[in-house]
């Protein structure tokens, strides 16, 4: 209660209500008592703060309806932000620039550690099982089989084969797989059986990173074989498999045995494996086939540093690339065979019934 | 529209006084301007408002003091402070600092915006205090103090019985008002 009575005194003595008794009476207070001088003074003060803060308000008052009442008559017109995309982008100019440095940077990091650790297909220590065939030769061959055959060569006039490999039918219709690097750069490609007839052929597809490529036989001799001996194995190998191989090293076909020796290609190339077997210049493009007659791969490469070690694309990338082949409509009647019918037979018959299907595939 | 210093002098005069006219004028020569500013560096038409009225408190403040003398045209000094004041809260909300802004001249305002701010923060906080306060006590502070009301005005309006009564709860009501403000304001000050 004595406060009460305290701050009404100062009050009325800051406001001049006070008789003059009074003023002296509560000078008299002031001077004999410090506490009540120093809350005064505290008072004054705080009664000053409050005074300023009053015409703070007021004045905030008059800004806000002067504010709203220009505002109605159009005196001022609240100019609408830059458009909202506009504001983000200056907003954040500087954290997207960062941003998309630091993008940029890890994108060429692991563009250049990808290239860093893809294997180089064509390093020294892998040798391309495509055979290069010298003039000579080939005319002294071919001598040979034209005594033995009355046989119709279907290669341009006067131009020797250049190279070639080995390539085999995967649909009786006239399809054969062979390698992407047996044709690259061939302007013209014919393929001959192991009876030495010859057909020209077109390259419907190639795959420079499967390394695989699909020729149709276009040549009024050939006559479709009718559903294929072997089958094309959709799923993976195991390791130890024994598998064979025919392939055209030679004017010959010519017939290896081996085994799946890993899982992956050349510096753990997915896309292939390996197997133990001794392949030759030529034999690129050959059918890999396991003890049941089923096609699982197709040989691609030797390590030139290792003894029987050589490469080959693994078969299901042959249903991979047919679908690509497929998108075109004119293709859409290729079947691949999925069961062997030369399962149970000898190795002796089961060759017999492949050979058919086995070609050189000749480029010139 | 340009104002020579005499009229420049009368509009602060009629600003110190809360004179209408002159917040009128004020508004009319420099909203646009100040506006303009704020939406070219990141900010929107609430925000430009607020710092102009902040700019226009800044000059109300300096106006009243009467110590305020114009160095620089009344233009400027109100860019300098709009200015200010915009980097100042761009740089609170850790926005990106436009480097565009402030290609214009200038005047150094740093110490008007200084104290504007103390000041500008123990409002605040006696604004808090009141919030704070709580029914009647706030209405009756408010009623008293800043509009200034009679004692008995405010007995008849609030329901005392008389003057007196009314008086003796407002003085209740100022303690705890001091109470509450010095106790937030030392907590600022912290």
């Known amino acids: 209660m004595q406060d009460v009575q305290l701050l009404d005194a100062i009050e009325r003595f800051l406001h001049g209500e006070m008789s003059p008794e009074e003023i002296a009476s509560f000078e008299q207070l002031r001077k004999s008592n410090p506490e009540v001088d120093e809350k005064v003074v505290e008072h004054t003060m705080f009664l000053q703060q409050m005074d300023q803060f009053s015409d703070w308000k007021s004045f905030k008052g008059t800004l806000n309806d002067v504010h709203n009442q220009l505002l109605e008559s159009g005196v001022i017109t609240e100019a609408a932000p830059k458009a909202t995309v506009i504001q983000l982008w200056r907003k954040y100019k500087r954290v997207m620039a960062v941003a998309a440095s630091i993008a940029g940077i890890t994108t060429l990091l692991i563009a250049s550690m990808a290239t860093y650790y893809t294997q180089k297909k064509t390093a020294s220590d892998l040798q391309r099982l495509r055979g290069e065939y010298k003039s000579e030769i080939t005319k002294k061959a071919n001598e040979v089989i034209t005594k033995v055959q009355e046989r119709i060569t279907k290669a341009p006039e006067n131009t020797p084969v250049r190279f070639g490999g080995t390539g085999f039918l995967i649909d009786g219709k006239g399809y054969i797989a062979t390698d992407e690097h047996v044709v690259n750069g061939a302007t013209s490609v014919v393929v001959q059986n192991s009876k030495g007839q010859e057909f020209r052929t077109r390259i419907i597809y190639t795959n420079k990173e499967t390394d695989l490529a699909i020729l149709k036989i276009e040549d009024d001799d050939f006559r479709s074989v009718g559903p294929l001996p072997y089958g094309i194995r959709k799923s993976g190998t195991d390791l130890g498999e024994p598998l064979f191989i025919l392939g055209f090293p030679r004017e010959e076909i010519v017939y290896n045995e081996g085994y799946m020796s890993a899982k992956t290609g050349y510096n753990g190339d997915t896309l292939s494996f390996q197997l133990g077997v001794s392949a030759n210049p030529g034999n690129s493009g050959g059918p890999v086939f396991n003890k049941n007659g089923e096609v699982v791969g197709v040989i691609t490469a030797r390590q030139t540093k290792a003894v029987g070690v050589v490469f080959a694309v693994s078969s299901k990338n042959i249903f991979r690339s047919l679908e690509d082949v497929k998108k075109d409509t004119s293709f859409q009647n290729i079947r691949l065979t999925l069961n062997s019918s030369i399962k149970n037979l000898d190795r002796v018959q089961q060759i017999k019934r492949i050979e058919e299907g086995v070609f050189m595939v000749k480029c010139y | ?190």
Not at chain 2, 14 to 22: E, I, P, V, Y
Request: proline fraction near 2%.
């Open chain 2, 1 to 190: 529209m340009k104002t020579d210093s005499t009229d420049e002098k009368a509009l602060l005069k009629g600003l110190a006084l809360n004179d209408r006219k002159s917040v009128e004028t004020i508004y009319k020569l420099y909203y646009n301007m100040v506006q303009t500013l704020i939406i070219n560096n990141n900010g929107s038409a609430d925000d430009a408002r607020d710092i102009f009225q902040e700019t226009v408190i800044v000059l109300y403040e300096k106006a009243k003091s009467g110590s305020f003398e114009l160095t620089a045209q009344l233009k400027t000094y109100v860019y300098s402070v709009s200015r200010r004041l915009w980097l100042k809260k761009l740089q609170q909300q850790q926005k990106y600092l436009p480097n565009v802004l402030g290609l214009d001249e200038t005047v150094p305002v740093d110490d008007d915006i200084e104290s504007h701010g103390q000041r500008n923060s123990e409002f605040q906080t006696m604004e808090k205090a009141l919030l704070h306060l709580g029914e009647p006590c706030k209405s009756l502070i408010e009623a008293f103090y800043l509009q200034k009301r009679s004692m008995t005005e405010i007995a008849g309006h609030f329901g005392y019985t008389n003057a007196d009564n009314a008086k003796n709860q407002k003085y209740k009501c100022l303690m705890r008002l001091r109470k509450i403000f010095f106790a937030e304001f030392k907590n600022n000050d912290v």
